[in-house]
T-cell receptor
Framework: NAGVTQTPKFQVLKTGQSMTLQCAQD?????MYWYRQDPGMGLRLIYY???????DKGEVPNGYNVSRLNKREFSLRLESAAPSQTSVYFC??????????FGDGTRLSIL | GEDVEQSLFLSVREGDSSVINCTYT??????LYWYKQEPGAGLQLLTY?????DMKQDQRLTVLLNKKDKHLSLRIADTQTGDSAIYFC???????????FGTGTSLTVIP
């Protein structure tokens, strides 16, 4: 099992560019999550999807959109990247009443 | 949302025990988790406990929960250099889908 797979692992963008971060899980989990990690701030929830077909805002959703494409995939889109969105992005998934499993992260720099 | 707090740094000597502390707010019924993050990697689940338990032990790891004070600790016995990492405490209320993370405690093990 691959678990939670995130692509790309690294990306550099210019301010104003757009991009989509991809996440896929092969554990048949219902719930999927997107976090950002910044120094000294722990993990902050951007969006989550409790089940296929639903998405909800987390703590810091501004500047982001998400799509739960199917049960396996949950993508995060930056429509117009800003330097404040420079961060490490983590995707996670979990089954019912289970802990979260995390991907290895996407390191995103916006110049 | 919930508020989960941890101290930022801890240093211990190799072979000693490490104790990492966490406090959380509210929720009479909740799950509490400990994750480990090594440099450049995602979060790895170490252990978790439900709030009706006082203690859980798993090899070198011991989790203690003081429900009255809403205080959670992770003890690592015989700490090794490979234990150097960031440790995150997280809470998930039993009725919810969201996880609330602390800022993480950076553990440095001195040889």
């Amino acid at each position: 099992n691959a678990g939670v797979t995130q692509t790309p692992k690294f990306q550099v963008l210019k301010t104003g560019q757009s991009m989509t971060l991809q996440c896929a899980q092969d554990m048949n989990h219902n719930s999927m999550y997107w976090y950002r990690q910044d120094p000294g701030m722990g993990l902050r929830l951007i969006y989550y999807s409790a089940s296929e077909g639903t998405t909800d805002k987390g703590e810091v959703p501004n500047g982001y959109n998400v799509s739960r494409l199917n049960k396996r995939e949950f993508s995060l889109r930056l429509e117009s990247a800003a330097p404040s969105q420079t961060s490490v992005y983590f995707c996670a998934s979990r089954g019912w009443d289970q802990p979260q499993h995390f991907g290895d992260g996407t390191r995103l720099s916006i110049l | 949302g919930e508020d989960v707090e941890q101290s930022l740094f801890l240093s211990v000597r190799e072979g000693d025990s490490s104790v990492i502390n966490c406090t959380y707010t509210d929720s009479s019924s909740t799950y509490l988790y400990w994750y480990k993050q090594e440099p450049g990697a995602g979060l790895q689940l170490l252990t978790y406990i439900f709030s009706n338990m006082d203690m859980k032990q798993d090899q070198r790891l011991t989790v203690l929960l003081n429900k009255k004070d809403k205080h959670l600790s992770l003890r690592i016995a015989d700490t090794q250099t490979g234990d150097s990492a960031i440790y995150f405490c997280a809470e998930r209320p039993n009725t919810g889908n969201q996880f609330y993370f602390g800022t993480g405690t950076s553990l440095t093990v001195i040889p």
